[in-house]
């Protein structure tokens, strides 16, 4: 196990009618409030009506930024930017997804530095600085509920989708209803629960040893991600399911679980080059590459790999590559269940861009991967075992 | 899954060599240090030493409180709340277990409260305001590092042990280096464990349905711990194990692991009263009390039993009751294997006091236990399991 540090101050507020404490917890931070969040599916659900009367009844300037698509974009964030310099926003409140999130919480750094805000996501450099935010999370998916990572799209540079880091966005609070969860469109909810799925398996194979406890955190993580995902995406009301799909999102991102280890990361940032130049949604491209990353690197620490199979999926045999393989096909099944792709044929992605993908891939960055480092040759053998 | 709110904001700080940045981190919350302890087992391993010299460093004004005693006492409590208000204290550092962890924090809320302290101990109020504290953890066992509880004995009324619980003296800080586990006494390094088991345990056992995500971290916890202890047990220099056990001290009790859940806890209540009148260690009376209380309510949800039985100890029988029998059987010799008692005539405690104890856990609330309630009758008959 690795020396580290843990630090998590986000307040989860989970459960049946807790969105109702919206405006009360939000009022304890300030007066203007940026509200922020995507597109009409909060006002069609009612959490966005909701979510106002709550904001309303604490008489609070709410100044409204709407407009937050999948894989958010940098030009939207330079906007909130500018509204909350102009009109001493206190507050940012995120209704939504990850997306929403995201484009909040780099908002947030945004309105307290004085150069540009991209810099935070093609260097190391982490915001120290943020306006507070909060959260009331609509779709169980990528985690920024409470994590410190933040992926936005440049869409005036050639659409890089990057990362950064920083503890200083965390949100202040996340409100989580599961219930929210109930008018999800199939697509959304097997997507999010293959980003979630990602998430732990993104942990999970790591290089570093005698990381016994969080191992196992992970495992259970994943054998209820596993079990729940396909009771939810069958029974889009089932309370029970809903709320260990929402739990378990959360816990999949909010650090906890890759206490000293070092993640692998590769299969996201393959994948964030599928939705970057194709506008793929992040799980349906990331039910395309894990599977063919595992088939790619599993030999590089076979025993690893038949841990997962035997822990999570109970498959044993003497020959560990036979168990392995068969985890992986077992996988590639749960993916195929939920109706996601797992192959690139599907989404009609045709091999074309694979070596611009994989220099794009390493641009600011020499290798991805912690796990096996993987160049340029590794990436585009990686997207040939999608197609 | 029941509605839960969940907010921990320690910083744990883990790893080899983290104490050097003890002074560093306690002087971001002011000049007056009150620096508590418990006897010489810090002097001599070197910890107190390597504290006090990070400390001067920063040339902060020192009081030291030292003589706490396992089953800290409200005495010396009432000591540190009047030196704090004398000394106008801006920080206590606790070095040490469990036992200094919560004299610390019951001086911290004390010190900014104007009625007695105790008031906490014996009514629900929540303290909502205390001294910071920070913690550098010697001993892995209570939790306390990053919890909410604090458990105090009161030497001036019949030595009552009673818990509090509060946000507000969650530690800043909590410094933990493995290889401060090195020169434990090996009694202590079973107890310790005993205890982390059985705040595990104590989570597990709920009545509350459809919690499979805490379920099974809390089930990858316990193998975890289960797996460790014999190791550290018997070769008290492996970094690794004391890493797996240390870092499963912390979350088996920084709530994390009983959200949407309610925890059951009548085995801490019934052992207290036997650390409170024989001073036996609470990791031993735990050893004792755990496998007496199982078997006394096992049959109330055999289900949940057979499903700890077969998910932790693999133990598969058509017939639930013998697989259950089986696991409690298989943790008496765990503790065995520690040297630990299983029994209370292995700790010359005779039959005597248990209508006595038995009235004693149940003062100041009508019944003990959530997962089954239990009455002086029940509570008698399992300190008769215990013999």
Known sequence: MLNFEFYNPARIVFGKGTEESVGERTANFGKNVLLHYGGGSIKKNGIYDK??????????NIIELDGVKPNPRLSLVRKGIEICKKENIDFILAVGGGSVIDSAKAIAIGAKYDKDVWDFFISSNMAQEAIPIGVVLTIPAAGSESSSSCVITNDEDNNYKRGTQSLAYIPKFAILNPETCYSLPKYQI???????????????????????????????????????????????????????????????????????????????????????????????????????????VYKHNIDKFYQFATRIFHIIDEDKEKAVLKMIETLEKWYCDLDLPIKLSQVNIEPIKFEEMAERALLHRGTIGNFKKLVKEDIVKIYNLCM
Not at 51 to 60: A, D, F, G
Not at 222 to 234: E, Q, S
Not at 251 to 257: F, K, P, V
Request: proline share 2%; charged share 20%.
């Open 190 to 296: 097997a997507c999010g629960c293959s980003d979630i799925l990602a998430h732990l398996i993104e942990r999970y194979f790591t290089e570093v040893e005698n990381v016994e406890l969080s191992d196992r955190l992970i495992e259970g993580a994943v054998k209820t991600i596993l079990n729940n995902a396909p009771i939810a995406y069958k029974d889009n009301t089932n309370y029970d399911a809903w709320a260990e799909i929402m739990w378990t999102g959360t816990i999949a991102h909010n650090n906890l679980l890759n206490m000293g280890r070092i993640g692998d990361w590769a299969s996201h940032q393959i994948e964030h080059e599928l939705s970057a130049l194709y506008d793929l949604t992040h799980g349906a491209g990331l039910a395309i590459v894990i599977p063919a990353w595992m088939k790619y």
């Open 51 to 60: 979510v106002l009367k709550s904001l309303k009844e604490q008489n609070l």
